[in-house]
């Protein structure tokens, strides 16, 4: 079975990794090439060394200032040559990028299969995320199999009408990604993360990036974070700051003079995982940490109004705090101050997956091909 697999930025790529590695583990079933299209060039990359990762092709898309049309059209035309060149039995897309609804509507002209790995997660919002959530939702009309995380997402198909035939629940491949990236042993290569005490400081871990953050919620968010620094002495921060130039400018201005708030350069993969192993909390907009972090005991607070992955928050693991400042220092605070509801947030099960989806997907792509 010839199988295309399609992805573009970073988080796909961790995601598909595993999915990769469980194909040409069976090379007596599957044949398999990788299509990149480079939506994300740098943080990309640094993932496909980490997992050893060599693309069949490389679209090399990314391009300064792009818009979402730019890199949809782009994506589109790039991708009907491969797949009608390699002329696959079915393309594996992930997730909710722009890479994946263009990768999907190419398999589609081409009248290919298309397999939708972490399909069904919905915020019911078609403007937030944004343009994530109808990325997810349109990727679902095109595809033929869909491999969804968890009972609730494949819930959120057959509410759609998708046959119970096509869904099949497989857990999250990111779960498979970081079980075999973290190690107590780790040492960190960046000369900040190198220097940090886990014993005598509480480590927060804050990410946003998402596009319904920039500006003014994006503000109260640093806001919040400032306060934070000046009523725990014995509090750290920890930001990757994304490459995006806007995110650069409004944290650099926000945080400058603040010993204690670290802008740092995005890690590579599993510098980033073992970060996230050893910090006390996370604050984060990202999708993907909201699954990852609890896996590793962690209590996230989620800087966003609304989550496609409600199965953190109903689990216990995740709070949704939105951008409002008072509320994201109140329940940081809280969590700072009281060690039962720490515990609570960092013992609660994880809804997300047990390491083993990637497998999952294999088999019941052999098994749908022998119907």
Wanted: charged share 25%.
């Amino acid at each position: 079975m010839k199988v295309m697999v399609v992805f573009g930025t970073r988080p796909e790529a961790i995601k598909m990794a595993p999915v990769v590695k469980a194909l040409r583990a069976r090379p007596e079933r599957f044949t398999v090439r990788v299509a990149v299209t480079g939506q994300h060039r740098e943080m990309l990359d640094q993932v496909l060394d980490f997992f050893q990762l060599t693309p069949d092709y490389d679209l090399g898309i990314m391009r300064h200032g792009q818009s979402l049309s730019d890199i949809t059209c782009r994506v589109l035309k790039g991708l009907e040559g491969i797949i009608g060149e390699e002329k696959p039995e079915i393309v594996l897309v992930h997730g909710d990028t722009t890479t994946t609804f263009a990768g999907s509507l190419a398999a589609f002209y081409q009248r290919v299969s298309v397999g939708h790995v972490e399909a069904g997660l919905r915020s019911h919002d078609p403007y937030n995320p944004f343009p994530e959530e109808m990325n997810r939702r349109l990727t679902g009309a095109l595809a033929a199999l869909h491999f969804a995380p968890t009972d609730r997402a494949a819930e959120n198909l057959r509410r759609e009408g998708v046959p119970d035939s096509r869904i099949f629940v497989t857990g999250n491949t990111v779960i498979d990604a970081l079980l075999g990236a973290v190690s107590e042993d780790y040492v960190f290569q960046d000369p900040v993360l190198k220097d940090l005490n886990f014993q005598d400081e509480r480590v927060i871990l804050l990410t946003t990036h998402r596009r319904e953050n920039w500006g003014q919620p994006m503000e109260r968010i640093f806001s919040a974070v400032r306060q934070l620094v000046a009523s725990f002495p014995d509090v750290r921060v920890i930001f990757p700051v994304h490459k995006n130039p806007r995110i650069r400018e409004a944290a650099g201005r926000a945080f400058a003079g603040l010993s204690r708030v670290n802008l740092i350069e995005p890690p590579g993969y599993e510098e980033f995982a073992n970060l996230m192993a050893r910090v006390y909390l996370l604050l984060t907009d990202s999708g993907g940490l909201q699954e990852e972090a609890p896996s590793l005991g962690k209590p996230v607070l989620v800087l966003r109004e609304t989550t496609e992955r409600p199965e953190g928050i109903e689990a216990g693991t995740n709070l949704l705090v939105g951008t409002d400042p008072q509320r994201i220092a109140a329940e940081t605070t809280r969590l700072l101050t009281d060690k039962e509801a720490y515990r609570k947030m960092a013992e609660a099960p994880n809804p997300f997956g047990d390491g083993r989806a990637a497998e999952r997907i294999a088999d019941i792509l052999w098994q749908e091909r022998k119907r």
